[in-house]
Antibody, heavy 115, light 107 residues
Framework: HVQLVESGGGVVQPGGSLRLSCAAS????????MHWVRQAPGKGLEWVAH????????YYADSVKGRFTISRDNSKNTVFLQMNSLRGEDTAVYYC????????WGQGTLVTVSS | DIQMTQSPSSLSASVGDRVTITCQASQDINNSLNWYQQKPGKAPKVLIYDAANLETGVPSRFSGSGSGTDFTFTISSLQPDDIATYYCQQYDNLPLTFGQGTRLEIK
C-alpha cells in the first residue's frame, strides 16, 4: 500500500525559505522518480519539479527554476523541495506524487507566503 | 510545453445522466493521459490511466477513450458521490501539464 506523507508547510514571509519533505512507504522508493505538484487556492494543478529515481537528473517548471531545488535521500525514502526566494504566487498546497505517470499522491502540505 | 484544453469548465447534470468531458492536447501525446477526480480539500485521485485503463477499485461507470490529441472521459450514470472537479493530465513529456478542470454539479 503506497503512502506519501508531506510535511514542512507553513507561513513564511516573501523572500523567505522553506523545506518540504515527502516520506514514502509501501514501495521500493529508490526505483521510482518523484514529482512535486502544487495547487494555488481555488486554482488548478501546476507541476513544479521532478527527480529521477537515483537523483541523477532534475527538472523544474520555469516559474520556480533557480529558486526551488528538488532532492532525495533514498536511504530515508524521502524526497525534498527546498524553496528559496518565496513569492506570494508560490502560496499553494504542495503535493508529492510517485512515478513519471503519477497515480499515487500525498495528502499535500499548505505553504502560505505572506507578510 | 504541451497545452491541454479541457471542456467544459463546468457542468450541471442530474443523477443517472451520462456525462462526458473532453480534453485536447496541443500535440500528439500517444495515450499518455490520466484523468483525476478531486474533491474539496483532498488530493487528486486517479480514475483512468493510459487514457483508457480503469484504476483498481474505481467504479466501472467511469471510462476513458482516445489517443493522439483527442480524449474523452465519461461517467455512464452520474451518482451523487461523483460531485467533484475532474482534470486531465498528460505525461508524454515534461513539464507535466493539466487541463483547467471541469467542475461537476448535480442539477
Amino acid at each position: 500500500h503506497v503512502q506519501l506523507v508531506e510535511s514542512g508547510g507553513g507561513v513564511v514571509q516573501p523572500g523567505g525559505s522553506l523545506r518540504l519533505s515527502c516520506a514514502a512507504s509501501g514501495f521500493t522508493f529508490s526505483s521510482y522518480g518523484m514529482h512535486w505538484v502544487r495547487q494555488a487556492p481555488g486554482k488548478g494543478l501546476e507541476w513544479v519539479a521532478h527527480t529521477r529515481f537515483d537523483g541523477s537528473k532534475k527538472y523544474y517548471a520555469d516559474s520556480v527554476k533557480g529558486r526551488f531545488t528538488i532532492s532525495r535521500d533514498n536511504s530515508k525514502n524521502t524526497v525534498f523541495l527546498q524553496m528559496n526566494s518565496l513569492r506570494g504566487e508560490d502560496t499553494a498546497v504542495y503535493y508529492c506524487a510517485k512515478d513519471w505517470a503519477p497515480r499515487d499522491w500525498g495528502q499535500g502540505t499548505l505553504v502560505t507566503v505572506s507578510s | 510545453d504541451i497545452q491541454m484544453t479541457q471542456s467544459p469548465s463546468s457542468l450541471s447534470a442530474s443523477v443517472g445522466d451520462r456525462v462526458t468531458i473532453t480534453c485536447q492536447a496541443s500535440q500528439d501525446i500517444n495515450n499518455s493521459l490520466n484523468w483525476y477526480q478531486q474533491k474539496p480539500g483532498k488530493a487528486p485521485k486517479v480514475l483512468i490511466y493510459d487514457a483508457a485503463n480503469l484504476e483498481t477499485g474505481v467504479p466501472s461507470r467511469f471510462s476513458g477513450s482516445g489517443s493522439g490529441t483527442d480524449f474523452t472521459f465519461t461517467i455512464s450514470s452520474l451518482q451523487p458521490d461523483d460531485i467533484a472537479t475532474y482534470y486531465c493530465q498528460q505525461y508524454d513529456n515534461l513539464p507535466l501539464t493539466f487541463g483547467q478542470g471541469t467542475r461537476l454539479e448535480i442539477k
